[in-house]
């Protein structure tokens, strides 16, 4: 099994433009989730799913779009990038919500850097 | 406010000694905490799972500890070695209405050094 991946691992925007962070489970998850991480700070949720066909906003959702369409995948789209948006782009999954003794599998991150 | 904060920011020792790292919480209702592993460059990795019931909980060299009263946890490295240079993340998850919350400490910085 794969895991969790992630697609692209780096990726540099001018401001205003549009991308999609692409994220596949083969673990038959239930529950995914988009994280950012920034230096000096812990990992903030952006948004996440419970189920195929599912969307929530997590802590940090402004500028972001998601969708799931498909219960391994999970994409994170960014309309018009700002330089704000520069950081590092973790997506995992877990079989439930990981409230109790679950744990969350995490990608090997994307890079994104906004000019 | 619910936080999750670590200590310290960053901490060097050599080969073959041990160590301790500090989680403080005040998140609140506690539902878990768990400890991952950061290597450069690549995703956290789950090293322990605790729930309220349990005070202490081994993963080979890692160790981690909980005291709910105080709302305090430690993680525990024994014998370090140059692969256990990463960082080191402290989360919590609390119960809510709607559902849970998950919030990450900042983790700590530990090199290894031969």
């Known amino acids: 099994n794969a895991g969790v991946t992630q697609t692209p691992k780096f990726r540099v925007l001018k401001t205003g433009q549009s991308m999609t962070l692409l994220c596949a489970q083969d673990m038959n998850h239930e529950y995914m989730y988009w994280y950012r991480q920034d230096p000096g700070m812990g990992l903030r949720l952006i948004h996440y799913s419970v189920g195929e066909g599912t969307t929530a906003k997590g802590e940090v959702p402004d500028g972001y779009n998601v969708s799931r369409l498909k219960k391994q995948n999970f994409l994170l789209g960014l309309e018009s990038a700002a330089p704000s948006q520069t950081s590092v782009y973790f997506c995992a999954s877990s079989p439930d919500e990981g409230g109790w003794t679950t744990e969350q599998y995490f990608g090997p991150g994307t890079r994104l850097t906004v000019t | 406010k619910n936080q999750v904060e670590q200590s310290p920011q960053s901490l060097i020792i050599l080969e073959g000694k041990n160590c301790t790292l500090q989680?403080?919480?005040?998140?609140?209702?506690?539902?878990?905490l768990r400890w991952y592993k950061q290597d450069t460059g690549r995703g956290p990795v789950s090293l322990t799972i605790m729930t309220f019931s349990e005070n202490t909980k081994s993963n080979g060299r890692y160790t981690a500890t909980l005291d709910a009263d105080t709302k305090q946890s430690s993680l525990h490295i024994t014998a370090s070695q140059l692969s256990d240079s990463a960082s080191y993340i402290c989360v919590v998850s609390s119960r809510r209405t709607g559902g849970f919350k998950t919030i990450f400490g900042a983790g700590t910085r530990l090199f290894v050094k031969a």
């Open positions: 989680c403080n919480y005040t998140v609140s209702p506690f539902s878990n």
